[in-house]
């Protein structure tokens, strides 16, 4: 019987030092929420029979990760993760020239300070009233059922649910409509935030494959540069056979692949989720970050009933916390407004009103972005030549990273060895419903050029150590989120 660290481990191999490799491993998986704190892991006898190793090379490993304080052992109780808290801390990005690359969102853009001070004259105008608003600003939901509108989807003000950023959408979501023990349809690899959260409000995971943009292909009616990321009769066969309650996907330049969900998948996969009863909830905060993409697509609910969720943090600023749900109908705009209060009574009165003002300059919003995004995408592709030769450059045509193919499952001991220089890279299992993907690495594009070429310089110094056979300096490791 698998195991679950055994699943987590997924791809794991060694043929030289194994304890140490296997110790590091599972560290890994620690440090990245894989494996939680307090969990109780396999037996030395247990994981030996389903890794095909000696139980010595088992207990070893275990007493590497003991001495370090990242498990503890007691007669009785077994095996458990815990972490050493008084040597584990998160280094800010600025301590110590480290980088963090586990963020991949667009810097403050300009004139952000401006529609801040404008912002103030629209929020003079509220302080009469109680200052709670549960589904937003009505000028602010007026202004994204037009964006919506523009995008070739009719949208009432009244199907908008303004939230304090895109995973607080999620959260209010799966309040409402989040039913546990049921299954959930995830992509893989896809947002990991979004996949603890399914399984923070007891869904199981259900996962289906999502390819990198470079293999996608046009074809008849996706559009110039249309995409087959998705595995169409994958993703179909499993809503027909498994009819999950809900399925969550981003269609548009989905994180971390960079791929785009062809128009006539999203009209099927709405046409099959209609008669499964799957609600989809489509992740949309990367939906307008294009680069060259060269065509456009509706917003998915053009297509079918789907929850909708955007965001301003990718667009304009991460410390902006301003997201929102589309709704498909008023029965569903009052399940979301009624489950609310018992996570919050409103989104931020003052970014309420920024945001209205940046969506008054949308275009040159995204203009911006797109420049952005273009340099940064440059950047990683100079970097990759420069020092990372062997691996190719994916197509990254919109989004905020380009998901890089190692050719080999190097993923997580690269994430160790960048660490050990500065560098936070999250592995690429961690974009996983299951320890897999460990040949495939997310680098953003959203960062200044200046610091990607430092932080590319660090990773090909990282990635030479890899496979020079060098052991990472542990001690140093930090836990991190993945934006």
Not at 414 to 429: E, F, K, N, V, W
Request: aromatic share 4%; proline share 6%; with cysteine.
């Amino acid at each position: 019987m698998t195991s679950r660290l055994g699943t987590q481990l997924g791809e794991w191999r060694a043929t030289t030092a194994v304890a140490q490799s296997l110790a590091d491993r599972i560290r890994m998986l620690l440090l990245d929420g894989r494996i939680t704190v307090g969990e109780r892991l396999p037996s030395e006898r247990a994981l030996a029979a389903e890794l095909g190793r000696s139980r010595a090379t088992i207990a070893r490993a275990y007493e590497l990760l003991e001495a370090r304080g990242y498990v503890t052992r007691a007669h009785g109780s077994g095996t458990r993760a815990a972490l050493p808290t008084q040597r584990i801390q998160r280094p800010a990005a600025a301590d110590h020239g480290v980088i963090d690359f586990t963020i991949a969102s667009v810097g403050s853009v300009p004139g952000l300070h401006a529609a801040t001070v404008r912002a103030l004259d629209r929020l003079a105008g509220l302080l009469g009233t109680p200052g709670y608003s549960l589904d937003g600003l009505p000028q602010l939901r007026e202004r994204i059922a037009e964006r919506y509108a523009a995008r070739g989807l009719p949208t009432d003000p009244s199907q908008i649910v303004v939230t304090s950023g895109a995973m607080h959408a999620l959260t209010v979501v799966l309040a409402a409509f989040g039913e546990r023990g049921r299954t959930a349809l995830v992509e893989q690899p896809s947002f990991p935030h979004a996949m603890d959260a399914l399984r923070r409000t007891g869904h199981r995971l259900l996962p289906t494959p999502v390819a990198p943009a470079a293999h996608q292909t046009a074809s008849a009616g996706e559009g110039p540069g249309g995409g087959g990321g998705w595995d169409a009769s994958h993703l179909i066969d499993t809503l027909r056979a498994h009819r999950p309650a809900l399925a969550y996907l981003i269609a548009d330049f989905h994180n971390p692949t960079g791929a785009t969900m062809p128009e006539l998948e999203r009209a099927r996969l709405a046409a099959v989720a209609r008669t499964t009863g799957t609600l989809l909830v489509v992740d949309e905060t990367c939906a307008e970050l294009d680069i060259d993409r060269g065509w456009t697509p509706r917003p998915f609910a053009a297509h079918g009933p789907a929850i909708l969720i955007g965001s301003m943090s990718k667009i304009a600023w991460g410390g902006l916390r301003i997201g929102w749900i589309r709704a498909s109908s008023a029965a569903q705009t009052a399940r979301l407004l009624a489950a609310r209060p018992s996570i919050d009574l409103g989104t931020a009165m003052l970014e309420q009103c920024i945001a209205i003002e940046l969506l008054d300059d949308m275009d040159g919003l995204l203009a911006r972005a797109r420049e952005r995004l273009a340099a940064g995408r440059a950047a990683v592709a100079a970097g990759l030549a420069a020092q990372l030769p062997e691996v190719a450059m994916p197509r990254v045509p919109g989004g905020l990273a380009a998901w890089v193919d190692l050719g080999g499952p190097w993923s997580t001991a690269l994430s160790l060895a960048a660490r050990d220089r500065g560098l936070l890279l999250p592995p690429g299992p961690r974009f996983a419903a299951s320890g897999v993907l460990d040949r495939f690495t997310r680098i953003p594009i959203s960062w200044e050029p200046e610091v990607t070429r430092d932080a590319m310089a660090r990773l090909g110094d990282a990635w030479r150590a890899v496979h020079a056979g060098e052991r990472p300096d542990t001690t140093r490791l930090a836990a991190s989120a993945v934006v």
